[in-house]
Structure formats: C-alpha cells, structure tokens
C-alpha cells in the first residue's frame, strides 16, 4: 500500500499524528505572541535526525537576562542550542537570533558568544592565545589588549600562559568563556558552562553572569542540574524528551514543581495500620496496601514529612523505611510535560 | 583573516607526530638516492632520475603526504571538536578554506619539494639532471597544492577523507588510469607528470607524458577552483554539534 495515511502526516521527517486545527492554531497564537524584538527567537521548532524527533515543535523567545534551559541529559537541549548558536538546522520552523536568520548566517557571530559543552579546545596553544586568537577572528582592533581584558574577567589570569593542554576541566571552561567574550557581545550562549568547574569557579562564574546580565545582555545557559538554574536564573526554558515542558519566571516553575503529587513507598511494622491513619490526613489523597510495602500519595511533599512520624507514633507503628518514589528529575520534568 | 587562520592552522599540522612522520616519508626517496650514489648504479642518469623521481616521489611519497596534511588540516578539528571555535567566528567560509589551504599546500610542496630536489641530486649529481630535477621539483609543488586542495574539501565532505583519499590515489590513480586513458584526465598524478614533462628540456619524462600540457592546466584549474568552491560549500553546510 502506498500513498498517505489518513490521520498522519509526514513533513520531509518522522511520521507524526495530523495535529488538530485547535492546537495548530494554539501554536500560532504562540507564534503571534512572540516579542518581536527578542534577541532569540523559535518560531515551531523542530529537529529530527531520521525517525528520532530530538526537539519537537518549540516556540519561545529569550529576552535580556539570565535564561536556563533546563532539563535531563538527552533531553534535546544541545540540539536546542546547536541550532540557536547557526550549528544545526532546523528540520522545521524558523530560528532568529538578533533579528537574522542563525543557521548558515557567520555574520551573526559579531554579537554572538557561544561556549560549546564539548570540552574540545587546541591544546598546543595557551590560554592567552586561545583569547587572541578568536579576537583576531572577531578581527578587533586592539586583539591582544581584548584578550587580556578576556581572560581577567574570567580570572585566568595565572594560567594564561600555560599550554591548554595542562588546563583542567574546569580552567578549559573558563578560557573557552573569555574567547566568547573576548568581542563583548550581547548575547551570550552557553552550553552545561558549569560542567567540571569547581564550587568556587562555579560561584565565580554565576557572578560573573550575573553582572553581565546586569548590564544588559541576553544569556541562555544549559544544564541537568536544576539547583544551578535557580541559584542563577530569572526565566526557565523547561525541556524534556524534545519538548517544551514549561517556561516562565523560574518560581513559578519550581512551584508547579514543588506542589506536583508525590508518591512514598514506606515500610513499617503495620503497613494496614498506619494506611488507616494516613487516611485521615488532608495531605494525603491516595493509599496503596501491598504484601512488601505502602504507596502513599501526597500534594504536600514538606507536609507529609512531616505528618507522617507523628501520624506513625499515633498509631504505635514503627517505621522501617521511607522512600520518595519519584523523586528524580526526570519524573519531575515528565509530569510537567504531561500536565 | 587568512593568515591567523593559516598561521594556526600550521601550528596544529606540525606539533603533532604526524610532522614527523612526515619527515620520515619524504627521506625515504633521498635515502634511495643516496643508496643509488653509493652504489654508483649503471644507466643513462638523467633517466634513472626520472624514473626514480616519479616512482617514489610523484606517485608515492606526493599523495601520500599531501593526504596526511591535506586531511588534517581541517578534517582533525571537525573530527576531534576544536573547529567550532573557528566556525562560530565571523568569518566567511572560503576564508576559513583559503587559510587551510594556506596553511598546509606550502608545507606539503616545501617538503616534497626538498625530497626531490636530495632525491634528484643524488642520483643524477653533476651529470646533467639539474634542469630535470627542477622541473620535477616545480611540477611535485603544483602537484602538491592541487592533491592539498581536493583532500581538504574531502575531509570536510567525509569523516572518511583518509581512507577515500587512498582509495583515489591507490585504486584510481595507481590501477585505473593506467588502464583507462580516460580516467587520466582525473589524475593529479597525471597533470603532474605532464608538468614535469613540459618543464624538463631533456624531453626524458615527455616520453611517457600521455596527457597534454594545455589539458593538465585546464584540468588543474577546474580541479584546484572546483574543489575550492565545493570546500567552501560544504564547510558552510557542515552541521556542527555543540554538545553530547
């Protein structure tokens, strides 16, 4: 059999449902409601590579400020920046940055800065040639004077000299950061920057990106660790499995977070006992009694933290072990994806 | 913009090992020379020269070493990550290429140049094979700049530029244009030798020389811009991934 299928479509990538003309027109009135003068902006993003969709469908825009793109590893957020930095293509849709078009676009570097996850930099140069070197490609009158001010500002300043190739992971960060600023530009893209960096580079760094933000500048950073993203970001990009799964102001984001249901595997000296007391509490909407163990459902993750040892010495049941059940990233990116 | 990019460029080409192994390649065809000295072989030398120059050095050691920095020049960066440094510059594409070439089409002609000119001098000495050795020394350089010119756009091409390279060089230059005449107007080996022919007053190397002196330099010219513009293309092209 040849020819469409009914229901389905296939733009040129993976076959997909047709989607409904409601979300289709959702999605435009996303599009419509992008800030024009943004200095990113995704208009129905989406990269596949075959039949794999690693990001689906995206619509957003990034405005001055600290912006975290956040999600689990593989979620698509390098994918996502690759085609915001013009190193990817998209499948589908159209990427802006400062108003041209990214990919196939070199010209947009002049006011672009991008520090790439890869830890890849030539390791026969050193650190101060490395800055030079891309203020030389950025073709600024002054080079050497540009890559100082560079590497002063990411304070590398006693390593300069020294060979990339001895550097450690996090100092390789830190040159790779004051090549993209070497040109001082005003937006800055930045790939799991804290990646290998110690927690006084680490806090060094969020510092430094945060005056920078001060003064004006877009930054989009990535990373899997949400506690990095709420020590630095205004606004979060929320990914996971290709998809925009949330985006904001970050406290309301970790709000919907915070309130989602959890779920409590306990064992106990009474495991039917203690579900009967649990019952009568507030917090609690769900009880599940098996041979090994409880399942207790909560809206109130602090709360039920604290209702459950009282709740346990009222009933004169000991508590053997309490597990959070779904406590891992990833099932806090998925419910969001699915609420 | 050209030069910072050739200079670093050649920065990376010789402090790796493979300079050195380089070094070695293009000694082996003077050690011969040398060998040949010692041993004070019997023949007409300007001959033997000839001979010996375009089996070691044109259809041997010349590919060979243009593929090495040919490849590396900037197929290493895209393989091992560093190229995104120089590609999320403001930079056009064929500047990038053009500095490549740049950086890696001297060094290979620089050191094959050297290689013949021993090579050639040992074996023929003072008798007479001066002017057959330049011309072999000038026709290896262009040479040298055109394989640099094809192998730099094949890195950015293929992942595979060193085994596609060899491929070219073993199968269709090395079998295939010695069967079929046709397939010599796509052999940078063959303009090479119709270079040296039309440069050697002797006449020794025209003997053989079965393509054309104003063909090989219109081929060349097709073959040193077509790759070029295509280098160009697909640097402009190539999809770079930031991350994992």
Same mark, same amino acid.
């Given at each position: 059999?040849?020819?469409?299928?009914?229901?389905?479509?296939?733009?040129?990538?993976?076959?997909?449902?047709?989607?409904?003309?409601?979300?289709?027109? #959702?999605?435009?009135?996303?599009?419509?409601?992008?800030?024009?003068?943004?200095?990113?902006? !995704?208009?129905?993003?989406? @990269?596949?590579?075959?039949?794999?969709?690693?990001?689906?469908?995206?619509?957003?825009?990034?405005?001055?400020?600290? *912006?975290?793109?956040?999600?689990?590893?593989?979620?698509?957020?390098? *994918?996502?920046?690759?085609?915001?930095?013009?190193?990817?293509?998209?499948?589908?849709?159209?990427?802006?940055?400062?108003?041209?078009?990214?990919?196939?676009?070199?010209?947009?570097?002049?006011?672009?800065?991008?520090?790439?996850?890869? #830890?890849?930099?030539?390791?026969?140069?050193?650190?101060?040639?490395?800055?030079?070197?891309?203020?030389?490609?950025?073709?600024?009158?002054?080079?050497?004077?540009?890559?100082?001010?560079?590497?002063?500002?990411?304070?590398?300043?006693?390593?300069?000299?020294?060979?990339?190739?001895?550097?450690?992971?996090?100092?390789?960060?830190?040159?790779? &950061?004051?090549?993209?600023?070497?040109?001082?530009?005003?937006?800055?893209?930045?790939?799991?920057?804290?990646?290998?960096?110690?927690?006084?580079?680490?806090?060094?760094?969020?510092?430094?990106?945060?005056?920078?933000?001060?003064?004006?500048?877009?930054?989009?950073?990535?990373?899997?660790?949400?506690?990095?993203?709420? @020590?630095?970001?205004?606004?979060?990009?929320?990914?996971?499995?290709?998809?925009?799964?949330?985006?904001?102001?970050?406290?309301?984001?970790? @709000?919907?977070?915070?309130?989602?249901?959890?779920?409590?595997?306990?064992?106990?000296?009474?495991?039917?006992?203690?579900?009967?007391?649990?019952?009568?509490?507030?917090?609690?909407?769900?009880?599940?009694?098996?041979?090994?163990?409880?399942?207790?459902?909560?809206?109130? +993750?602090?709360?039920?933290?604290? &209702?459950?040892? @009282?709740?346990?010495?009222?009933?004169?049941?000991?508590? =053997?072990?309490?597990?959070?059940?779904?406590?891992?990233?990833?099932?806090?990116?998925?419910?969001?994806?699915?609420? | 913009?050209?030069?910072?990019?050739?200079?670093?460029?050649?920065?990376?080409?010789?402090?790796?090992?493979?300079? !050195?192994?380089?070094?070695?390649?293009?000694?082996?065809?003077?050690? !011969?020379?040398? &060998?040949?000295?010692?041993?004070?072989?019997?023949?007409?030398?300007? #001959?033997?020269?000839?001979?010996?120059?375009?089996?070691?050095?044109?259809?041997?050691?010349?590919?060979?070493?243009?593929?090495? =920095?040919?490849?590396?020049?900037?197929?290493?960066?895209?393989?091992?990550?560093?190229?995104?440094?120089?590609?999320?510059?403001?930079?056009?594409?064929?500047?990038?290429?053009?500095?490549?070439?740049?950086?890696?089409?001297?060094?290979?002609?620089?050191?094959?140049?050297?290689?013949?000119?021993?090579?050639?001098?040992?074996?023929?000495? #003072?008798?007479?094979?001066?002017?057959?050795? /330049?011309? =072999?020394?000038?026709?290896?350089?262009?040479?040298?700049?055109?394989?640099?010119?094809?192998?730099?756009?094949?890195?950015?091409?293929?992942?595979?530029?060193?085994?596609?390279?060899?491929? +070219?060089?073993?199968?269709?230059?090395?079998?295939?244009?010695?069967?079929?005449?046709?397939?010599?107007?796509?052999?940078?080996?063959?303009? /090479?030798?119709?270079?040296?022919?039309?440069?050697?007053?002797?006449?020794?190397?025209?003997?053989?020389?079965?393509?054309?002196?104003?063909?090989?330099?219109?081929?060349?010219?097709?073959?040193?811009?077509?790759?070029?513009? &295509?280098?160009?293309?697909?640097?402009? /092209?190539?999809?770079?991934?930031?991350?994992?």
């Amino acid at each position: 059999m040849s020819g469409p299928i009914p229901g389905w479509v296939r733009p040129g990538g993976p076959l997909t449902p047709m989607p409904d003309p409601a979300a289709l027109a #959702e999605a435009d009135a996303a599009v419509e409601a992008l800030p024009a003068d943004a200095p990113i902006r !995704l208009e129905r993003v989406s @990269r596949w590579y075959g039949n794999v969709v690693a990001v689906n469908d995206m619509t957003f825009a990034v405005g001055a400020g600290v *912006t975290g793109l956040l999600g689990p590893n593989g979620a698509g957020k390098s *994918t996502l920046l690759g085609m915001i930095a013009g190193l990817l293509s998209p499948s589908a849709g159209q990427v802006t940055l400062l108003g041209h078009a990214a990919w196939r676009n070199p010209s947009v570097y002049r006011r672009v800065g991008l520090v790439p996850e890869r #830890e890849a930099v030539p390791s026969y140069l050193t650190g101060f040639e490395f800055a030079r070197l891309a203020a030389r490609l950025q073709a600024l009158p002054d080079a050497d004077d540009a890559a100082r001010r560079a590497i002063a500002t990411v304070d590398l300043e006693a390593a300069a000299g020294r060979a990339i190739g001895t550097y450690s992971k996090g100092m390789r960060q830190r040159a790779k &950061l004051a090549a993209a600023l070497v040109h001082d530009p005003p937006v800055l893209l930045l790939d799991e920057p804290f990646n290998g960096m110690d927690p006084r580079q680490r806090l060094h760094m969020m510092a430094l990106l945060r005056t920078m933000a001060a003064e004006g500048r877009t930054i989009l950073f990535s990373s899997h660790i949400l506690e990095e993203v709420e @020590r630095l970001a205004e606004r979060v990009l929320v990914v996971y499995a290709g998809r925009l799964a949330a985006s904001g102001d970050f406290r309301e984001i970790r @709000r919907l977070m915070t309130d989602r249901p959890h779920t409590f595997t306990i064992r106990s000296s009474d495991d039917r006992r203690l579900a009967g007391a649990l019952m009568d509490e507030v917090a609690v909407f769900g009880v599940e009694l098996s041979d090994a163990w409880l399942s207790v459902r909560t809206a109130d +993750y602090a709360g039920f933290t604290r &209702l459950l040892p @009282r709740a346990a010495r009222d009933a004169a049941v000991s508590l =053997f072990e309490v597990q959070p059940a779904d406590e891992s990233l990833e099932r806090v990116f998925e419910y969001l994806v699915r609420r | 913009m050209i030069l910072t990019i050739a200079g670093v460029t050649l920065r990376a080409l010789l402090a790796r090992r493979r300079a !050195l192994l380089m070094l070695l390649l293009v000694a082996a065809p003077v050690a !011969l020379g040398m &060998l040949a000295r010692l041993r004070g072989l019997p023949g007409d030398p300007v #001959e033997r020269t000839a001979n010996t120059l375009e089996m070691t050095v044109v259809r041997t050691v010349l590919p060979l070493v243009a593929l090495v =920095f040919g490849t590396s020049a900037i197929g290493a960066e895209l393989e091992d990550g560093t190229a995104i440094h120089l590609l999320t510059k403001p930079v056009a594409r064929w500047r990038i290429v053009a500095g490549k070439l740049l950086a890696a089409a001297p060094v290979t002609a620089l050191l094959i140049s050297a290689s013949v000119l021993a090579t050639g001098l040992l074996i023929g000495g #003072e008798r007479g094979t001066a002017p057959l050795t /330049t011309a =072999f020394t000038v026709a290896c350089a262009i040479g040298a700049l055109l394989y640099v010119d094809v192998f730099i756009a094949l890195s950015i091409l293929t992942s595979r530029a060193l085994i596609v390279g060899l491929i +070219y060089v073993v199968l269709w230059e090395g079998l295939l244009a010695g069967l079929f005449e046709g397939t010599r107007v796509l052999s940078i080996r063959e303009y /090479t030798m119709s270079f040296a022919a039309a440069l050697d007053p002797s006449g020794t190397v025209g003997q053989d020389a079965p393509l054309g002196l104003a063909t090989a330099v219109i081929a060349s010219i097709v073959v040193l811009v077509g790759a070029f513009v &295509l280098a160009s293309y697909w640097l402009s /092209t190539k999809e770079l991934t930031g991350g994992d």
